[in-house]
Nanobody, 128 residues
């Protein structure tokens, strides 16, 4: 049974940093692309970052480029999101997600259709 657990969220002052981690089980982690999405209060879930199964292909949404870094450790079945220079607009529930197998194509990397399993999420709150 696929299970994803996010951790590392919390309350941080604007300009601060947090590192989120997603631990996966019940899947062949090294074969799956992984993504991070977030849902701000009262808004739709939005794409944040995606990393291919090998770690060689990475995508970010424009608003986090240069501030966030996605990484994975296939030996530990984890994917992380390092966040720097946090802004109040980054406040959201952050969820990790497992890419579809087989991967349906890079045209879907930022869409919900590109992912088959989702974690419960971890809250990130950035104060001003």
């Amino acid at each position: 049974q696929v299970h994803l657990v996010e951790s590392g969220g919390g309350l941080v002052q604007a300009g601060g940093s947090l590192r989120l981690s997603c631990a996966a089980s019940g899947l062949t982690f090294s074969s799956s692309a992984m993504g991070w999405f977030r849902q701000p209060p009262g808004k739709e879930r939005e794409f944040v970052a995606r990393i291919s199964s090998t770690g060689q292909t990475i995508y970010y949404t424009d608003s986090v480029k240069g501030r966030f870094t996605i990484s994975r450790d296939n030996a530990k079945n984890t994917v992380d999101l390092q966040m720097h220079s946090l802004k109040p607009d980054d406040t959201a529930i952050y969820c990790c997600a497992v890419g579809t197998l087989p991967w349906i194509g890079d045209s879907y990397y930022a869409t919900k259709r590109g992912y088959s399993y989702w974690g419960q999420g971890t809250q990130v709150t950035v104060s001003s």
